[in-house]
């Protein structure tokens, strides 16, 4: 007797320690998953332009998500719900900003906050994508650096028609407010740029009509003056169509610009292209 009660005891003890690991266990991973939230809907709002101003504050516990902080419209309110409801997991929310007509957002400091960082990054890629692409600018050659929206672009031209492009391709991307230009123009130095233009020119004919289309697409999606999510693009021969739907004459001149300075298109067809 005495040794079977040892034994119920022990099974007892180690029976006990099982179900608190156990329970440790699932404490940690469902605080895992409540941090793992709340970085998810702070990222949005980060990113978000109408939001990433405001000082809002995220807390999760085991699926709900409090939120706080001040907006100045009721829309932001709302926005910043509809943001936290669409993270997996999160089952309620309980929103507790304060719209106040008069708010000011606080000031942004020295240093770039999260959310303009990325902004600049993808700037910066956006242009570097659009010069690679183009004709006559090589980004290979051209520097890209993005700084809160302003755009710096260094290196040389071998023309003063090919510095004036680039810096026109910079400006007309989403997001950008200023291009300073600082692009050299010195015939004696474009031996990379001529080199590229050549091979260029000599594969125009290989250049497959899939890649022409996605280019052209994709340039047009980084303008900031063309809505390129209404024009349809495609290629047949180095031959581009686009048609759809554009806004004026000066939308419809900049997207037919747009499609003829990308490599390997011989022509732009754009009755299609209707307003």
């Known amino acids: 007797m005495h040794t079977q009660s040892r034994k119920q005891l022990l099974a007892a003890c180690i ?40 000082d809002l504050k995220v807390s999760v ?11 100045a419209e009721e829309v932001n309110k709302d926005l910043a719900k509809e943001i936290a409801l669409g993270v997996s997991g999160i089952d309620s929310v309980d929103n ?3 719209v106040k007509p008069d708010y000011v957002p606080p000031k942004a400091g020295k240093d770039r906050s999260y959310g303009v ?13 659009k010069l690679l692409w183009s004709k006559q600018a090589d980004g290979m050659t051209t520097q890209v650096k993005t700084q809160s929206g302003k755009v710096t672009l260094t290196g040389n031209a071998d023309s003063q028609a090919d510095k004036d492009l680039a810096g026109r391709l910079a400006m007309n991307t989403d997001g950008v407010m ?3 230009n600082q692009l050299v123009v ?8 001529d080199s590229a233009k050549s091979t260029a020119k000599e594969t125009g004919g290989d250049i497959a009509d899939s890649w022409i289309t996605t280019k052209v697409k994709s340039t047009l999606m980084y ?10 693009v495609s290629t047949n021969s180095g031959i581009v169509t686009l048609s759809g739907l554009v806004d004026n004459d000066a939308e419809r001149d900049r997207a037919i610009e747009l499609a003829q300075n990308v490599r390997g298109v011989k022509s732009v067809r754009s009755t299609e292209l209707r307003y």
């Open 61 to 71: 516990l085991n699926g709900k998500a409090t939120l706080t902080g001040n907006v």
């Open 186 to 193: 010195d015939a004696s130095k474009p031996a990379p740029v």
């Open 96 to 98: 507790q900003i304060v």
């Open 15 to 54: 029976a006990l320690a099982l179900g608190t690991t156990g329970g440790m266990a699932a404490a940690e991973s469902q605080t895992f998953t409540d941090n793992r939230q709340e970085t998810q809907i702070w990222t949005t709002y980060a990113l978000n332009p109408h939001l990433r101003a405001n």
């Open 178 to 180: 200023l291009v300073d």
């Open 117 to 129: 960082m990325v902004d600049d990054a993808t700037i910066t890629a956006s242009v570097k994508s």
């Open 223 to 232: 303008s900031s003056n063309v809505n390129g999510s209404d024009i349809s």
